[in-house]
């Protein structure tokens, strides 16, 4: 069984940061893709960025520019630095290890 804990998440003003973090409970995290979902109140679950096994990145084109994601394989763990927040990216932040794989989510409110 894989758990996967997310932590990092809180209460920040627009134009600050934070820094997500998700631990995976076993080593496949290293041989998985992972990635990074959100979801706000009334809206669909939709992808925030991923990254491969082999490191290649992708964004969300309303993130492009502001979040970084990456991974520490040494440590099975994955991370979402998010820089320059905005009101919008107010949600609750999921991890996904492979394609079957969920953290429990951790909110971020970005507000003044």
Known sequence: QVQLVESGGGLVQPGGSLRL????STNIFVINDMAWYRQAPGKQ?????SISRSYRKNYAD????????SRDNANNTGYLQMNSLKPEDTAVYYCLLGRSYWGQGTQVTVSS
């Open 21 to 24: 973090s998700c631990v995976a």
């Open 45 to 49: 679950r939709e992808l925030v960025a």
């Open 62 to 69: 309303f993130v492009r520019g502001r979040f970084i994601i």
